[in-house]
């Protein structure tokens, strides 16, 4: 049983205050990061609130042996940009247990998970409907329901801000009650009759393409061209460029620097030691130390050098 309320202005510390989630954050907005998580857990039961400013492009592992509901409050796509194709703004999106998954949200995000442990829906419901529950483990489910939605984020942003201001635990009289309150809602959602539209894989080719890229470009141990990209992929230039700008909000060449200068950017966390900044920037395909620093500093608004100092200290 634990409550927290943080805020943050680094987007690695913020990936990494979700015990045990399995998360790697990418900003893709030059701007400085400013976010807030509000998280409670009791009773198998646990609600979290991440606010995030910035784009993100965001890698996540759910833990093993539960059920999570992300429910968003805001998930509004910028102008000209298609909606995020594997998250639900209208409803909610299933995220099964130890299942990985990508996604791009848009600035100004701000979203509540309801996590349980698999072990309370198994106690009410029957197995057949729990079989189909954890079917959904190779995709990610769309549940259709607006209603459950709207009291679940009234509901659950009441409890946090209730208890996340206090940083205190409800006492044990409540804890039931609330615990009660939040599975009844839950499981309206998998209430699926003949008349409720059933979930469905979310995903598109577009957020494919954008995986595919992020994946290369981590693991690429040399320069990687837009060129490169689109043989790869067999596609040309304007179809890349096209799945970039509807899904991301930036061009190919932006993301392909952003997701480089965050990969540095978590090497430079990392680092208790002297590390040479010119070996960084050369490992993650800047010509020059001072390439790097303006573009580092562009991306996240404090050099490269004010940041490596802050985490050796």
């Excluded at 799945?243 to 060449?253: D, Q």
Aim: one cysteine or more; charged letters at 20%; proline letters at 5%.
């Amino acid at each position: 049983m634990y409550v927290k309320d943080q805020p943050f202005e680094d987007i690695i510390y913020h990936a990494q205050a979700l015990d045990f989630w399995e998360q790697e954050y990418n900003q893709l907005s030059e701007s400085a990061f400013k976010s807030r998580l509000q998280d409670l857990t009791f009773n198998g039961l646990r609600i979290f609130r991440e606010q995030m400013n910035c784009r993100v492009a965001q890698c996540t592992k759910t833990p093993p042996d539960t059920i999570n509901i992300l429910i968003p409050i805001q998930l509004i796509p910028e102008k000209n940009h298609l909606p995020t194709h594997t998250l639900c703004v209208n409803g909610a999106t299933l995220l099964p247990s130890e299942h990985e998954f990508f996604f791009c949200t848009p600035p100004d995000t701000d979203y509540i998970v309801v996590s349980l442990h698999k072990s309370v829906l198994e106690k009410r419901l029957i197995h057949p409907d729990m079989q189909q529950i954890l079917k959904q483990r190779f995709g990610c489910g769309i549940l259709f329901n607006n209603q459950i939605s709207a009291l679940l984020i009234q509901k659950c942003t009441a409890i946090l801000d209730q208890y996340t201001k206090s940083l205190t635990l409800p006492k044990i009289e409540l804890c039931q009650q609330i615990y009660d309150d939040i599975i009844d809602l839950v499981l309206h959602y998998f209430d699926i009759d003949d008349n409720t539209a059933q979930p469905k894989t979310l995903g598109s080719n577009h957020h494919h393409i954008i995986q595919y890229v992020y994946e290369r470009v981590l693991e690429s141990d040399q320069y990687l061209s837009i060129l490169d990209i689109c043989q790869e992929l067999q596609i040309p230039h304007r179809s890349l460029h096209y799945a970039f700008e509807k899904t991301t909000g930036i061009s190919p060449n932006k993301y392909i620097r952003a997701i480089r200068l965050n990969a540095a950017n978590r090497i430079l966390h990392k680092s208790k030691n002297t590390l040479s900044l010119t070996a960084l920037a050369h490992q993650y395909g800047f010509s020059h130390s001072s390439h790097f620093g303006r573009e580092y500093k562009k991306l996240f608004g404090k050099s490269p050098t004010r940041n490596l100092i802050q985490n050796i200290q």
